[in-house]
Nanobody
Framework: VQLQASGGGLVQAGGSPRLSCAASGRTFSDYVMGWFRQAPGKEREFVATIDRSGGLTYYAGSVKGRFTISRDNAKNTVYLQMNSLKPEDTAVYYC????????????????WGQGTLVTVSS
């Protein structure tokens, strides 16, 4: 499956951008979807994941209550609504697809998008 993330850019602290990730090439609803991020000089870290139907979600503690992951299987797209952004949220955000059980471990995911940079200014 091919993944194309979009929606990043320069945002002021407290802003609320929404990232999108469009999938193609396979049946989108066959995959658990996740968002990860990598800040400059740091390792890639888990942000959120959503099951195939969109009924079950799981978040990293650092974003829980501020970010919301959702998906539209009719549009083959997964979203990450980010609210109350902080400078420490600055990172390249990646969407990923997993044909298995997904979760918070990046190596479990089979396919990755190219990433979209979110820069939060204070």
């Amino acid at each position: 499956v091919q993944l194309q993330a979009s929606g990043g850019g320069l945002v002021q602290a407290g802003g609320s951008p929404r990232l999108s990730c469009a999938a193609s090439g396979r049946t989108f609803s066959d995959y658990v979807m996740g968002w990860f991020r990598q800040a400059p000089g740091k390792e890639r870290e888990f942000v959120a994941t959503i099951d195939r139907s969109g009924g079950l979600t799981y978040y990293a503690g650092s974003v829980k209550g501020r970010f919301t992951i959702s998906r539209d299987n009719a549009k083959n797209t997964v979203y990450l609504q980010m609210n109350s952004l902080k400078p420490e949220d600055t990172a390249v955000y990646y969407c990923a697809a997993d044909g298995g059980f997904g979760g918070s471990i990046s190596r479990e995911y089979d396919y990755w998008g190219q990433g979209t940079l979110v820069t939060v200014s204070s």
